[in-house]
């Protein structure tokens, strides 16, 4: 495979970020100088012209973007429409049970039940609008967000209340139990986050 | 060497591993309480989870390593463990086969083998694509949680951290210095099948020998070659 | 504003969805004919190359997907900040195998021709979505669930369908099948070993 030119590296880069992404990230990410980075932006921005594409490059917030040219924002909206949401992976139905049964619980708190950084899968859940924060543990350092489960989150399972699923007590022993309600209560032993969430095409898995 | 309750000195120790990541406790918990199989935890890429990790100037370094060798060598020796027919008796089989059909069903695995290996070919072509990051939140409403999976999740999570039992694994009688050692030597007059090097032994003691050649495979000092299903096992000295 | 050309429409759907969008939910959500959309695609398959473009745009699962070109994903991956997932192991490959060719499958049925319980492997390949299940045996008793290669597998592959794989029995010569045939039938021998190959210690006991 060739070398890839820098204005190839910079658009795949745009390709997988939803926010603007400054000048600097841009080089450091691909490695460009600042002159090929300027020079391939003038390239794409031109190709992503919004006279002559779909996809548009835009210059917002002190970044680059790509997003869709607002004159197709119908068919946008159509799609958005009908398309079926993804499904939840099982690290994502973990993280929901970790919250509707032990819950309101901090990112950190899912992540210690679950024995992995949990932050990716609660951040899609968050987006996806099926946790919210709903305060903050102000007994913890940096009183870090309380998540719960949400009114979409209900409608999602077709539950009225969250009284309408199995009692914890029906699905693990009392042992299980208690070991979990510990690990809750320690507070992180090693001052070390768990490690990262595995290999697990979370969220959008292509 | 045991896989009791140990020492906090790994409590630190996360691995990464295909089947499993998160605490290195934990996964021996898992394999104990037969949530993962033995046989599909690669001890090599352990080990070298392992030594990346390791810190040999911090204080208890010798404790860790004390610990891990003792787990890591009882891993080997469980996962030899699966290696005994007995073992899978109650499992997959109810009736003897007749060398017809066992003929017919290793043909069958020897295809879907060769499936296996074009399918590495076409996700590691493959690897290396990402999808677009600028998706639209769902519609609201539009959603679906299924409650069952949910309580699967909540059990699979929860039960996660309970010390297993380890008192049905009976005591480990071998040693894998010993037969490393009997594999080195046979092995110092060139390539030995296992069939040869085994002769004589019980089934506990082919077993482990196995391991042993296993152990010793991954310390890059032997090759084993097995090219087909059922097809004799080869131990060869490495370059 | 102009009136947007078919494949800016199709463009900016494209963007929008991290699945492949197939070819009727195209037309739906652009409004645009069969014989308008696939001229566009054709279109857009020529500007989204991966020899020229750092996007391409691949047909796999039966639709269109934008992506990043491979060459570009050590940039990508340096600005996500997350390593490549770690390849699959042996024994998911055939497990992956196994229902790919002789499914829909229960988790028995793949252990059974693997020879070794493949539960766990199994559970991995849900967790990553590459393994769905379908329906249920009702035949076996407890009617096991079915198995199926999901979307995702399709789409990992580059495969555009099941279809889209060499049949097993081109992977295997009918020579290499006697062998294995005759070694079984006949008393397991004292037989010349075949000349070593690789180390092929991983995956099954036989």
């Keep these: ?183 809750l209560l320690t507070t992180t032993g090693s001052g070390e986050p768990p490690p990262a969430e595995g290999p697990s095409y979370e969220g959008s898995p292509y | 060497m045991t896989l009791g309750p140990q020492g906090r000195a790994l409590s630190g120790f996360t691995v990464e591993l295909d089947v499993y990541s998160g605490p290195y406790e934990w996964l021996l918990a898992l394999i104990l309480k037969e949530e993962l199989e033995i046989f599909e935890v690669p001890l090599r890429e352990l080990v070298d989870l392992y030594l990346s990790s390791r810190d040999p100037a911090s204080a208890d370094s010798l404790e860790r390593d004390t610990d891990f060798a003792g787990s890591a060598a009882a891993l080997v020796l469980l996962k030899s463990r699966t290696l005994f027919p007995a073992v899978e008796a109650e499992g997959v089989e109810d009736e003897p086969l007749s060398p017809e059909e066992l003929a017919e069903r290793l043909s069958g695995y020897l295809k879907v083998r060769r499936g ?70 046979a092995l110092a007059r060139g390539p030995v099948s296992y069939e040869d090097l085994t002769r004589g032994m019980d089934r506990m003691n082919r077993a482990v020998a196995f391991a042993a050649a296993l152990s010793l495979a991954q310390e890059g000092h032997v090759t084993i070659s097995q090219p087909e299903p059922l097809g004799p096992l080869t131990l060869a000295p490495s370059r």
């Design chain 2, 116 to 185: 296996a290996e074009h399918l590495r070919e076409r996700f590691a072509a493959n690897a290396g694509h990402h999808p677009s990051a600028h998706t639209l939140p769902a519609r609201r409403g539009r959603q679906r949680v299924r409650p069952d999976a949910l309580s699967l999740a909540a059990r699979r999570a929860f039960s996660r951290l309970l010390e297993p039992p380890v008192d049905h694994l009976g005591p480990i009688t071998v040693t894998l210095q010993e037969l490393a050692y009997l594999i080195r030597r």
């Design chain 1, 1 to 183: 495979m060739s070398e890839p030119r820098p204005e190839q590296l910079i658009e795949a880069v745009l390709l997988v970020s939803p926010r603007p992404i400054g000048n600097a990230d841009l080089r450091s990410a691909t490695g460009l100088s600042e002159d090929q980075t300027s020079a391939a932006l003038v390239t794409l921005l031109e190709r992503y012209s919004p006279r002559t594409s779909g996809i548009v490059l835009r210059e917002v917030a002190g970044g680059y973007l790509l997003s869709t040219n607002p004159s197709c924002s119908a068919a946008v909206e159509r799609f958005r429409e009908e398309a079926r949401p993804a499904p939840l992976s099982g690290a994502a139905h973990e993280a929901l049970a970790c919250v509707l049964y032990l819950g309101p619980l901090t990112r950190a708190g899912i992540s210690r039940v679950r024995g992995v950084n949990s932050d990716a899968v609660v951040r899609n859940l968050i987006e996806r609008g099926l946790l919210a924060e709903v305060g903050a543990d102000r007994e913890a350092p940096g009183s870090p967000a309380l998540l719960a489960v949400t009114d979409e989150f209900l409608a999602a399972t077709g539950a009225s209340s969250t009284a309408d699923f199995p009692a914890l007590e029906e699905l693990v022993s009392p042992e299980e139990l208690a070991r979990v309600r510990d690990r």
